[in-house]
């Protein structure tokens, strides 16, 4: 759920292996995982508030803090 308490997604899994494989989903472990993902998301980017300023978060300070690529290559 959002901040809203709004739903955002819904993720089902297949109780059985081989139902996941024929209906090629989820398992209800994978589908867990992918939730507690999906809500961990804004932790993961960085929770924008309503009175963030958009062009802030996209500073490039910001995105030197995330850059991920090893610096020998850069």
């Not at 292996?17 to 999906?38: F, V």
């Not at 804004?42 to 995330?66: C, I, W």
């Amino acid at each position: 759920m959002d901040s809203n308490g709004q739903s955002i997604a819904y993720v089902y899994g297949h109780a059985d292996l081989r139902d996941a494989q024929i209906a090629n989903g989820l398992t209800t472990d994978e589908a867990s995982r992918m939730a507690a993902n999906i809500a961990n998301l804004p932790n993961l980017l960085g929770a924008v508030r309503p009175d963030d300023d958009a062009e802030e978060n996209l500073s490039d300070k910001r995105h030197q803090a995330e850059d991920t690529t090893p610096k020998d290559t850069q």
